[in-house]
């Protein structure tokens, strides 16, 4: 909300570096900041903004640089801030994690582990690309923070207190990192789910071999579901429990439903998917 009042909008889900190519579509691999770095002077950390110049200088070029140099740690230090106690990831991702590094087209390797983030922002949409919007015909999701987005507070027509900001996520499904994503023009485990989750898949789902479900959407270590913060700064246990329909979420039905759906239909998302929207303009029930 600080970083509303200053610049009158959240900030974006990943700051995107297009190209003068192919319609200037956003470069895949190339590591760009993501909301969470973006807040840093709102966290009382602007040493952090100033030493990496994130205003002027991409989150790749600074990768670049601080590799050369040899102080990756120290130029991307780990944030208690941004670290659930109740995880065991620890301060930076693990060997063996499926999020475990940055090596875009940076080439750092994959030896250096980054910092943890345990609060992906809420991108929403129970499909939802988070790389839109791409291009101008592609719709964007519906949650606060995707690829590029400028969402304002009177964009939340579905109401501050009725929409997810931030959630959590623990090790078993991957966690996140705090500098962005990897890859901002992916939608799966190394892109955008950096530092982004969906409401795609239900509250703490088990992880399956070979799916993202569970890495690209939110879960905790708490018993019986997870906090979010919503977006009128308020903070809720949302419990695993919660209402979600299967129907509206194509990679856990055999329905052939897929999304976009027509989320004005009240039949075609659950309690859950809809807080995770923020303006869908169904009515939400008790939660």
Same mark, same amino acid.
């Given at each position: 909300?600080?970083?509303?009042?200053?610049?009158?909008?959240?900030?974006p889900?990943?700051?995107?570096?297009?190209?003068?190519?192919?319609n200037?579509?956003v470069?895949?691999n190339?590591?760009?900041?993501?909301?969470?770095?973006?807040?840093?002077?709102?966290?009382?950390?602007?040493?952090?903004?100033?030493?990496?110049k994130?205003?002027?200088?991409?989150l $790749?070029?600074?990768l670049i640089?601080?590799?050369?140099?040899?102080?990756?740690?120290?130029?991307?230090?780990?944030? $208690?801030?941004?670290?659930?106690?109740?995880?065991?990831?620890?301060?930076?991702l @693990?060997?063996?994690?499926?999020?475990?590094?940055?090596?875009?087209?940076?080439?750092?390797?994959?030896?250096?582990?980054p910092?943890?983030?345990?609060y992906?922002?809420?991108?929403?949409?129970?499909?939802?690309?988070?790389?839109?919007?791409?291009?101008?015909?592609?719709?964007a999701?519906?949650?606060?923070?995707?690829?590029?987005?400028?969402? @304002?507070?009177?964009?939340?027509?579905?109401?501050?207190?009725?929409?997810?900001?931030?959630?959590?996520?623990e090790e078993?499904?991957?966690?996140?990192?705090w500098?962005?994503?990897?890859?901002?023009?992916?939608?799966?485990?190394?892109?955008?789910?950096y530092?982004l989750?969906?409401?795609?898949?239900?509250?703490?789902?088990?992880?399956?071999?070979?799916?993202?479900?569970?890495?690209?959407?939110?879960?905790?270590?708490?018993?019986?579901?997870?906090?979010?913060l919503?977006?009128?700064?308020s903070?809720?246990?949302?419990?695993?429990?919660?209402?979600?329909?299967?129907?509206?979420?194509?990679?856990?039905?055999?329905?052939?439903?897929?999304?976009?759906?027509d989320?004005?239909?009240?039949?075609?998302?659950?309690?859950?998917? @809809?807080?995770?929207? @923020?303006?869908?303009?169904?009515?939400?029930?008790e939660?």
């Amino acid at each position: 909300h600080n970083y509303h009042d200053t610049h009158n909008v959240f900030p974006p889900g990943t700051v995107p570096r297009r190209g003068t190519a192919n319609n200037g579509r956003v470069i895949a691999n190339y590591e760009s900041y993501g909301w969470a770095a973006l807040i840093l002077p709102q966290m009382e950390q602007s040493n952090i903004t100033n030493q990496l110049k994130i205003s002027t200088v991409t989150l $790749n070029e600074a990768l670049i640089a601080a590799n050369a140099a040899g102080n990756l740690d120290l130029m991307f230090p780990a944030l $208690n801030v941004y670290q659930c106690p109740s995880d065991t990831t620890g301060p930076n991702l @693990k060997n063996g994690m499926r999020r475990t590094h940055f090596n875009g087209l940076s080439g750092i390797g994959n030896g250096w582990r980054p910092p943890t983030l345990n609060y992906p922002g809420s991108t929403g949409d129970p499909s939802g690309d988070l790389r839109a919007p791409r291009q101008l015909n592609h719709r964007a999701p519906l949650g606060v923070f995707y690829n590029g987005s400028r969402v @304002k507070m009177r964009d939340i027509t579905d109401g501050t207190s009725n929409t997810f900001m931030v959630g959590e996520r623990e090790e078993r499904c991957g966690a996140g990192s705090w500098l962005g994503g990897r890859n901002p023009d992916g939608n799966g485990t190394h892109g955008n789910d950096y530092h982004l989750a969906r409401v795609r898949q239900p509250l703490n789902d088990p992880v399956n071999t070979g799916d993202d479900r569970c890495t690209d959407g939110f879960s905790s270590k708490h018993v019986g579901g997870a906090q979010f913060l919503f977006c009128d700064g308020s903070v809720h246990f949302i419990s695993e429990n919660i209402d979600f329909n299967l129907a509206g979420a194509p990679e856990r039905n055999d329905q052939g439903i897929d999304w976009p759906a027509d989320v004005t239909n009240a039949g075609a998302v659950g309690i859950y998917q @809809k807080l995770g929207m @923020k303006s869908d303009g169904q009515v939400i029930g008790e939660f």
